[in-house]
C-alpha cells in the first residue's frame, strides 16, 4: 500500500495567518491527491482534488499543489471557520489512502 | 442537493454482525461509484470498500475483505455493508461516501460527498 505521511501533525495558527501542509507519498503518485477538511463530529468535506482542482462551493482561499510524492495544502488567509483537521488521500491505486491528519489550531 | 444518509450501526459482541445502509439522493444514483469509509474513535480515516454504479468491480481493504460485502440497489438509490464476524478494532463511525465526476475529464473524484456517518461499537 502506499503510505502517506503529513506534517507537521499539528499547527497553532492566527487569523489571517498564511498556512501550508505538506503531504509526502511512499511512491510517486502523479497529481492523485486529494484534501480534505474534518471538524469535531462531521464528516470530512472535499476541498481540493486531483493535487490542484478547487471543489466546487470552497472558497479561494485554500489552494493545492505538487506532484509525483509531495503536495501541499495552502490557506492563504485562516478564517476562524477554518480550524479543523485536514487530511490528504492518494487515489492513484487502490487501495485509497489517507495520510494521519493535521490539527490546526488557534 | 447531495444527500446521504446512513443508518443501521449500534452496539454488537464480538463475532457478530450488522448491515449498514446509506440512502441517496439529490443526484442519479445509478451514475456514481460509491464507497464506505470509517474512523475508529480519536483516528484517522481507513476506506474500507468501493462499489462501481454496476456492482462490477468491487474491492475491499485487506481489513476487511472475507468479513464484510458491498452491495447496492439502483432502484432503490442505496448501498449497504454487510459486516460478519465483527472485531473490536472494526469499531468506528462509518460512513458513505460519493465518488463524483470531474466534468473536464471525466476522471472520478473520490468521496466528493459524505454522509453523517453511523457509529458501530464492538464490545461484550
Known amino acids: 500500500d502506499i503510505q502517506m505521511t503529513q506534517s507537521p501533525s499539528s499547527l497553532s495558527a492566527s487569523v489571517g495567518d498564511r498556512v501550508t501542509i505538506t503531504c509526502r507519498a511512499s511512491?510517486?503518485?502523479?497529481?492523485?491527491v486529494n484534501w480534505y477538511q474534518q471538524k469535531p463530529g462531521k464528516a470530512p468535506k472535499l476541498l481540493i482534488y486531483?493535487?490542484?482542482s478547487l471543489q466546487s462551493g470552497v472558497p479561494s482561499r485554500f489552494s493545492g499543489s505538487g506532484s509525483r510524492t509531495d503536495f501541499t495544502l495552502t490557506i492563504s488567509s485562516l478564517q476562524p471557520e477554518d480550524f479543523a483537521t485536514y487530511y490528504c488521500?492518494?487515489?492513484?491505486?487502490?487501495?485509497?489512502?489517507f495520510g494521519p491528519g493535521t490539527k490546526v489550531e488557534i | 442537493e447531495v444527500q446521504l444518509v446512513e443508518s443501521g450501526g449500534g452496539l454488537v459482541l464480538p463475532g457478530g454482525s450488522l448491515r449498514l445502509s446509506c440512502a441517496a439522493s439529490?443526484?442519479?444514483?445509478?451514475?456514481?461509484?460509491m464507497n464506505w469509509v470509517r474512523q475508529s474513535p480519536g483516528k484517522g480515516l481507513e476506506w474500507i470498500a468501493y462499489?462501481?454504479?454496476?456492482?462490477?468491480?468491487?474491492y475491499y481493504a485487506d481489513s476487511v475483505k472475507g468479513r464484510f460485502t458491498i452491495s447496492r440497489d439502483n432502484a432503490k438509490n442505496a448501498v449497504s455493508l454487510q459486516m460478519n464476524s465483527l472485531r473490536d478494532d472494526d469499531t468506528a463511525v462509518y460512513y458513505c461516501?460519493?465518488?463524483?465526476?470531474?466534468?473536464?475529464?471525466?476522471?472520478?473524484?473520490?468521496?466528493?460527498?459524505w454522509g453523517q456517518g453511523t457509529l458501530v461499537t464492538v464490545a461484550s
Open positions: 461516501a460519493r465518488d463524483g465526476r470531474d466534468a473536464r475529464t471525466t476522471n472520478e473524484i473520490p468521496f466528493d460527498h
Open positions: 439529490g443526484f442519479t444514483f445509478s451514475s456514481y461509484s
Open positions: 462499489i462501481t454504479s454496476r456492482s462490477v468491480p468491487i
Open positions: 511512491q510517486t503518485i502523479s497529481i492523485y
Open positions: 486531483a493535487a490542484s
Open positions: 488521500l492518494q487515489n492513484y491505486v487502490i487501495p485509497p489512502t
